[in-house]
């Protein structure tokens, strides 16, 4: 099946830091969607982004499909930012919705 | 709050019991998803339904089955558990059969002792 890895693995910042999240992926993908997993344990969408930009608030994500990876930009993090950051995909050409998820970005962010 | 509903929130049974969690997806969604996560797993697809109907399987045991409902809410049961079984279990939705973006309930947490 279709491999995603997401880096680093973890990360630590303090409040006001920008950072990026990498998730490079080994196939062709359809669909791409980024998750930030709060520390409550809720799973919330943050994007659905199988290819180009897009900005919501301080966060913004970009895929470049044909070269196979995804970014995720946080600016001026703030401590709610805390959490697990996952990159799911699902691969071109399947024949059933499966969105396969990377293991993850820890992020912290101190006061 | 994503508008899929999860219960229960939280589930402590025993070894080889048999127990049933419930979804009830967003509004219009036809699509529902179980996912379970674990710390040596990570998040891993279970099985997909859309309008009643299985349409996707993946790491899904023997041991444990789904439905979803005319209404379509869904059920995941899961039997004979085992200490291994002990994971937060999430229902997910979504408007159509694929290339959507899933909404995830809060999960249900089992422990099996």
């Known amino acids: 099946g279709i491999q995603v890895e997401q880096s680093p693995p973890d990360l630590i910042l303090q409040e006001g830091a920008n950072s990026t999240l990498r998730c490079n992926f080994s196939?062709?993908?359809?669909?791409l969607q980024w998750f930030h997993q709060n520390p409550w344990g809720q799973l919330i969408n943050l994007f659905y982004?199988?290819?180009g930009t897009k900005q919501n608030g301080r966060l913004s994500a970009t895929t470049v499909a044909t070269e196979r990876y995804s970014l995720l930009y946080i600016s001026s993090s703030q401590t709610t930012d805390s959490g697990v950051y996952f990159c799911?995909?699902?691969?071109?050409?399947?024949?059933?919705?499966?969105?396969?998820f990377g293991k993850g970005t820890l992020l912290t962010v101190n006061p | 709050d994503s508008g899929v509903t999860q219960t229960p929130k939280h589930l402590i049974t025993a070894t080889g019991q048999r127990v049933t969690l419930r979804c009830s997806p967003r509004?219009?969604?036809?699509?529902v998803y179980w996912y379970q996560q674990s710390l040596d797993q990570g998040l891993q697809f279970l099985i997909q339904?859309?309008?009643?109907?299985?349409?996707a399987k993946g790491n899904i045991l023997e041991r444990f089955s789904a439905q979803q409902f005319p209404d379509l809410h869904s059920e995941l049961n899961l039997s004979s558990l085992e200490l291994g079984d002990s994971a937060l279990y999430f229902c997910?939705?979504?408007?159509?059969?694929?290339?959507?973006?899933?909404?995830f309930g809060s999960g249900t947490q089992l422990s099996v002792l």
């Open positions: 982004i199988p290819s």
């Open positions: 196939d062709s993908v359809n669909n």
């Open positions: 339904y859309y309008n009643g109907e299985e349409r």
């Open positions: 997910a939705s979504s408007a159509a059969k694929r290339d959507e973006k899933l909404f």
């Open positions: 799911a995909v699902v691969r071109s050409g399947g024949s059933n919705y499966k969105l396969t």
């Open positions: 509004s219009g969604d036809l699509s």
